[in-house]
């Protein structure tokens, strides 16, 4: 049997509990009565590190709020869905969407390290869409036979909390097929656990013919700690493109002076701003949303504040588009 390895181990040792997080931020219930503490389908996970960097008895802190199950997400909102993007439509074999053209999307784990209450997977339906170790092939034979694709993305949940083994072993055969040029990343774990970006991890993904690419979910400056800055940089050392896109929720990180500390933060750290999203309408989490004149309004302040390259694209999915819809 093999050992887990340092990041496994913290993995493991998340928090699953609303009434232990909120100790853990010296907080009670009495301070949050909206929180859920019965067990929830989409359930609290949250690693220890990311508690850390919360502030201890803030009930408005942009992190917990993040993670905090809200007696709010068992309304059912009209206009919010199970699922929001249509994923459904667009996949043609278990474990892959194709959504557009040239690129491909393969759910590698429905599991993550933290569980963000916005997330607009948070319905979807995993165990059908995860084709086991073995199971993989179809979804390689379908790589194989559209040669229009030239990238291939990891995604999930989220794709780095599967071992390394499996990861290499996928990323082996996808680069063993001519026309696929780029394999990229849509991670949230050198965020919340950077740990994660280990010497096993960096010799796989930097080793192979593939150009890599990793996005990063980042949403609030406060979740760059020395620990990420060192993932950050250490993938950067390794040759990986770092790309950061961000959900723009009510009241963790609706103002531009957040944004723009946010986008100088991964800046510094090697890392450009890609894409600022408007919450996408998933059943439970209705109370991220923020109306399009409070949304115009913080984006123009951004783009005053920031150099444009420094500024992510506004956009939201729409379902069947052929690219992400820009908004401003
Ligand atoms: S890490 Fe990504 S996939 Fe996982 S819950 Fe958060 S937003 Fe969803």
């Known amino acids: 049997m093999t050992s887990l390895q340092h990041w496994q181990e913290l993995l493991k040792q998340g928090v699953n509990n609303t009434k232990e997080l909120l100790s853990l931020v010296n907080l009670t219930e009495h301070d949050l009565p909206t929180a859920l503490t019965s067990p929830q389908p ?25 993670v905090l199950p809200l007696l709010s997400e068992l309304d059912l909102t009209p206009g919010y869905d199970t699922d929001p993007l249509a994923e459904s439509t667009t ?8 959504k557009y053209k040239s690129r491909a999307l393969l759910t590698i784990t429905g599991a993550c390290a933290i569980n963000c209450r916005y997330c607009f997977r948070r319905h979807f339906p995993y165990s059908d869409n995860n084709p086991g170790t073995a199971g993989w092939q179809l979804a390689l034979d379908y790589l194989r036979q559209h040669n229009d694709i030239k990238e291939v993305i990891f995604s999930g949940g989220d794709p780095l909390t599967a071992p390394d083994t499996i990861l290499a072993n996928l990323a082996k055969q996808i680069a063993a097929i001519p026309h696929i040029t780029t394999l990229r990343i849509h991670t949230r774990l050198p965020i919340v ?5 280990n010497d096993e ?42 790309l950061n896109q961000t959900v723009l929720l009510k009241g963790v990180n609706d103002n531009a002076t957040i944004l723009a500390a946010l986008s100088e933060a991964l800046f510094e750290n090697h890392t450009l701003p890609y894409y600022l999203h408007l919450l996408d309408k998933v059943q439970g989490a209705a109370h991220f ?40």
Not at 295 to 315: D, R
Not at 317 to 325: D, N
């Open 42 to 66: 989409f359930k609290l996970r949250v690693p220890r590190g990311f508690i850390n960097r919360m502030q201890a008895g803030n009930p408005n802190d942009p992190l917990l709020l993040q």
């Open 91 to 98: 996949n043609p074999v278990p474990g892959l969407l194709q």
């Open 193 to 197: 656990l950077p740990e994660r970006i």
């Open 201 to 242: 991890f960096l010799a796989w993904f930097s080793g192979s013919r593939l150009k890599p690419v990793m996005v990063m979910h980042c949403n609030h400056p406060q979740e760059i700690d020395a620990s990420v800055v060192n993932a950050l940089n250490r993938l950067h050392k390794a040759g990986a493109i770092l």
């Open 289 to 328: 949303d923020l109306p399009m004149t409070e949304v115009s309004a913080i984006y123009n302040e951004l783009m005053a504040l920031l150099p444009g390259y420094l500024v992510p694209k506004l956009v939201r999915e729409i379902p069947g588009a052929a690219s992400k819809t820009t908004i401003i």
